[in-house]
């Protein structure tokens, strides 16, 4: 079965300090992926994506990923944390359907704190 | 473009009453999607279209749900009849094409009594 995995439900860092949210997949093909952030009572928002090309993409608020294709991994960093990038984050992956749409898929999500 | 536009944003029923959960996509995106989100169970996805037609309700948690797009400027979710386990926010998201990421509505947070 096609899945997205967020092994971490909440991940902890201190102002200043670099992030690192965690995301596997087990889809089939080469599927687009995704990272978004969602703020208390409010729809999700996109940061990121990953189509082709160079590994490591760079995105809204000064969030970059990387892509692994080896480990099937797409990891949400930043060099320096904010205490308002505290959220709830989650990774994405569309694969190609047996229809030939694109459904879109859903970790379960990793509650980011950032300590003062 | 004034965004995913959902309503209502909250929606407060009794058990038994059919609710409809509406949703405007953003001009010219050909998916949509309908998910649901709950502390328990996270994000479900619940349908999709595309160019209006459905491709996967597999997600459908039971007959009681059903979900059209008449054109490609709306759609409705609808529950009926309504229980207190499908209490959750409802969420609406369109793009366009394959590649481009998701925009989402604001929610519409449903409370079966």
């Known amino acids: 079965a096609q899945s997205v995995a967020q092994p971490e439900d909440q991940v902890n860092v201190a102002e200043g300090n670099p992030l690192t949210v965690k995301c596997t997949y087990s889809v089939s093909g080469n599927p687009y992926l995704f990272w978004y952030v969602q703020y208390p009572n409010r729809g999700l928002q996109f940061l990121l994506k990953?189509?082709?090309?160079?590994?490591l993409v760079k995105g809204s608020y000064g969030f970059e990923a990387e892509f692994n294709k080896s480990q099937t991994s797409f990891h949400l960093k930043k060099p320096s944390a904010l205490v308002s990038d505290s959220a709830l984050y989650f990774c994405a992956v569309s694969p190609r359907g047996s229809s030939g749409t694109y459904k879109y898929i859903f970790g379960t999500g990793t509650r980011l704190k950032v300590l003062a | 473009d004034a965004g995913v536009i959902q309503s209502p944003r909250h929606e407060v029923t009794e058990m038994g009453q059919e609710v409809t959960l509406r949703c405007k996509p953003i001009s010219g995106h050909d998916y949509l999607f309908w998910y649901r989100q709950t502390m328990m169970r996270g994000l479900e996805l619940l349908i999709y279209f595309n160019n209006n037609v459905p491709i996967d309700d597999s997600g459908m948690p039971e007959d009681r749900f059903s979900a059209k797009m008449p054109n490609a400027s709306f759609s409705t979710l609808k529950i009926q009849p309504s229980e207190p386990r499908d209490s959750a926010v409802y969420f609406c998201?369109?793009?366009?094409?394959?590649?481009?990421?998701?925009?989402f509505g604001e929610g519409s947070r449903l409370t079966v009594l």
């Open positions: 998201a369109s793009r366009y094409r394959a590649a481009g990421e998701l925009f």
């Open positions: 990953y189509i082709t090309g160079d590994n």
